[in-house]
Each structure stands twice: as structure tokens, then as C-alpha cells.
């Protein structure tokens, strides 16, 4: 909130220059402590709901794959592609996923909420397993291991 009042200042005072009404607004936030190093419950469940998004859209985008048009002239390809419901239903979700990480970005400092998208590194290919069949193999979950470890590290 104190944020928003800053901002409402900044643009009160009107900054001739939109970098300095920003830096303001930067500096306000930091020192009220809404952008801290330490996430909140509801930052980290709002973090790993975004990158199961990603990892679903992931999903989608294969199951557009599976049922396009294989061979043929490109343009065919493309308007096949176009009527694909999975395609469209994984475009809209990363279109709303995108309106949500900017969200997220207001609140959450860009490198601890980077972090997370690791998630989806590690979340993607089990649900390739899972959903369409995909070889794993032990060297793999365990490199899945290792993203989990680096995210308690670096998230955490």
C-alpha cells in the first residue's frame, strides 16, 4: 500500500522523467519491506501454482502435437495447428500465465521468483511420463532430485 501511495505522489508531482518517478517508487518499496528476501506462504504457493501452469501448458502443447497434421504443405500444418483446441486452450494459458507473472513480479523480487520456474523444469518431463508414456530414466530422476535440492537452496 505504501507503494501505491508513492507512486500516486510521484505521479501527483508530475515526473518529467518516468525513471525517476520509478526509482522513487522502487526505492519506497524496498525500504517498506514489501519486496524482502524472504517469500511468504502465499508467494510460494502462488510461485509453484505458476510454474504447474507452465508445466500444464507444456501438457497441452504436446497433446496440440499428437493430434495436428503430420505431414502436408506448411500452410496446411499451421491452419491445422490454428484449429487445434489444445493449442488454443495452451496459448489462453500462457497468455493468463504471463498477466499472472507480472502480477507476482509486483511483490516478489525477480530473482527469488525466477527460481521457481525451475519447478516446471523438473514437473514437465514427470508429466510426460505420467500423461503420454515417456521413458524415464534413474539418471534423469535423479537430476529431477538435484532441481528440488537447488530450489530449497536457492528458493528457500
Known sequence: MQCALCCARARDHLFVNLEARDAVCWNDRKASGTMNAHLSFAQIAVLIAYAGGMAGGQVLF???ALRGVADGPVVERLFSMMLNGF?????L??????VLWV??????????AYV??????????????????????VRFVIGIGLIFCGLLFAGG
Open 62 to 64: 504436446k497433446m496440440a
Open 103 to 112: 502480477w507476482i513480479l509486483n511483490f516478489t523480487p525477480l530473482s527469488r
Open 87 to 91: 493449442f488454443a486452450a495452451a496459448v
Open 116 to 137: 521457481f520456474v525451475a519447478l516446471a523444469f523438473a514437473v514437465t518431463p514427470l508429466l510426460g511420463a505420467f500423461v503420454f508414456a515417456e521413458p524415464i530414466s
Open 93 to 98: 494459458l500462457y497468455a493468463a500465465l504471463t
